[in-house]
């Protein structure tokens, strides 16, 4: 299985600030996957990030308000831009090992 | 894209009955079909999945079963104790290429004592 560490656990943004959050695995993984929980929710995927191109978005889900850095194949990292407070969620990286997917522990981030 | 309805919503058993969770997926590519416990405050937690070259699989208290002619898959957890409290997740993937997973709605399974 995969350790996956994320950075910050949790914020508390302004409106119309931005907020980058970190995600390191401890072995190297081919692609990376960003999710959405919102509250009481299911998970949505965002964006796939592979290493060396640029990340593959969902519907709903566009560049400029979730750029996605993937600058080697431990680490990434998630801004979410212009934050609103339909911002607040909790957000999830994730990767394949093996054959399963397996998910860091969350940034949950409130917008005021 | 693949769509992934899970039922019930919540579920409410007393401890040592068995419960069940059904889930029913749209793409007839969709090979992976794992299930996730997530308790509160908790990341999701991979505890079991199937592919689909098999129809049943077992671990302890934990079964799912899958028809593909259907398109459903189904959650079997035996003898419940309070520690399976959580809510329950079912997810479909392509297991190749960019294998993203696409989760069902959850269910909230609450185990009385």
């Known amino acids: 299985s995969a350790v996956i560490s994320q950075k910050p656990s949790r914020d508390i943004c302004q409106r119309g600030t931005s907020l980058t959050i970190q995600c390191q695995v401890d072995?190297?993984?081919?692609?990376m996957f960003w999710y959405r929980q919102q509250p009481g929710q299911s998970l949505t995927l965002i964006a796939t990030a592979n290493q060396g191109s640029e990340a593959t978005y969902e519907s709903g889900f566009v560049i400029d308000k979730f750029p996605i850095s993937r600058p080697n194949l431990t680490f990434s990292t998630l801004t979410v831009s212009n934050l609103s407070p339909e911002d607040s969620s909790i957000y999830l990286c994730?990767?394949?090992?093996?054959?399963?997917?397996?998910f860091g522990p969350g940034t949950r981030l409130t917008v005021t | 894209g693949e769509n992934v309805e899970q039922h019930p919503s919540t579920l409410s058993v007393q401890e040592g009955d068995s419960a069940v969770i059904k889930c029913t997926y749209s793409d007839s590519a969709s090979n992976y079909f794992p299930w996730y416990k997530q308790e509160l405050g908790k990341r999701p937690q991979l505890i079991i999945d199937?592919?689909?070259?098999?129809g049943e699989k077992k671990d302890q208290r934990i079964a799912v079963t899958l028809n593909k002619t259907a398109k459903h898959f189904s959650l079997h957890i035996t003898e419940t104790q309070p520690e399976d409290s959580a809510v329950y997740f079912c997810a479909a993937s392509i297991d190749t290429g960019r294998r993203a997973l696409t989760f069902g709605s959850g269910t909230r399974l609450q185990v009385q004592p």
């Open positions: 072995s190297q993984v081919t692609m």
């Open positions: 199937i592919r689909s070259n098999v």
């Open positions: 994730s990767v394949i090992s093996g054959s399963e997917q397996y």
